[in-house]
Structures are given as structure tokens and as C-alpha cells.
């Protein structure tokens, strides 16, 4: 079973920063995707930031463009992803999650990814 496990969340008022960190076995030879997901209470989940292990096809929504900063990076077992949050708005708040999977025709579906991480709370006051 692979696990992704995640750390970094908090809270902060607007104007802070946080980063967010995922660390993803390298459980197959294939490029992953790597994604960041939020889902804040009574909305549904939404992609914020994802890329490819080779560095390829960056997105961000356009919500957190100039703002968010999804990077990785490669040790010999494992690939750590990172979400770099500034200028966090209290719309930010949301819980945050990890995504990896190999087989992601569209990226900006939740359901194309294979393995999650737990989810990590982000709070954002005013």
C-alpha cells in the first residue's frame, strides 16, 4: 500500500505563508502526476496546483496564480512535493490534500489520481 504523507498545514492571517510538503514513493518506474487539491467545507474539491515528476504541464488555478508555488523534488526512493502558499486570503481556507497517480488523463480530475494523502488543515484569518 502506498501512503503519501503530508505535513505543513496551520493557521496564519491573510497575508501569511505556509508551505505544504508530501512526500510520494517512487512505487513505479512511469512519470506521476502530482497535484494539490482543497476542498473547503460544504464545496467541492478543487484542483490548486499540479505537474509531472519530469517537470512538465504546471498548472495552477487561476485563484492562486502569482500566489502559489507547486515545486518537487528527487531523492532516490522518494519524490517530495511542495506547495508554497503566500499572500494566503481567508477564502484560502480549506483542507488540503496530496494526490499522485501514473495513469492521469486529466489532470484536473480527482478521480484520475490513485493514492491520497490524509489531508492537512489551512485556516486563513482576517
Known amino acids: 500500500r502506498v501512503r503519501l504523507m503530508e505535513s505543513g498545514g496551520g493557521s496564519v492571517q491573510a497575508g501569511g505563508s505556509l508551505r505544504l510538503s508530501c512526500a510520494v514513493p517512487?512505487?513505479?518506474?512511469?512519470?506521476?502526476?502530482l497535484a494539490w487539491f482543497r476542498q473547503a467545507p460544504g464545496k467541492p474539491r478543487e484542483r490548486v496546483a499540479s505537474?509531472?515528476?519530469?517537470?512538465?504541464?504546471?498548472?495552477?488555478a487561476n485563484s492562486v496564480k502569482g500566489r502559489f508555488a507547486i515545486s518537487q523534488d528527487k531523492a532516490s526512493d522518494t519524490y517530495t512535493t511542495y506547495l508554497q502558499m503566500n499572500s494566503l486570503k481567508p477564502e484560502d481556507t480549506a483542507s488540503y490534500y496530496c494526490?499522485?497517480?501514473?495513469?492521469?488523463?486529466?489532470?484536473?480530475?480527482?478521480?484520475?489520481?490513485?493514492?491520497w494523502g490524509q489531508g492537512t488543515q489551512v485556516t486563513v484569518s482576517s
Open positions: 517512487k512505487y513505479t518506474h512511469m512519470r506521476l502526476a
Open positions: 505537474m509531472y515528476t519530469d517537470g512538465s504541464s504546471t498548472y495552477y
Open positions: 494526490a499522485a497517480g501514473e495513469y492521469v488523463a486529466d489532470a484536473s480530475l480527482a478521480s484520475e489520481y490513485r493514492y
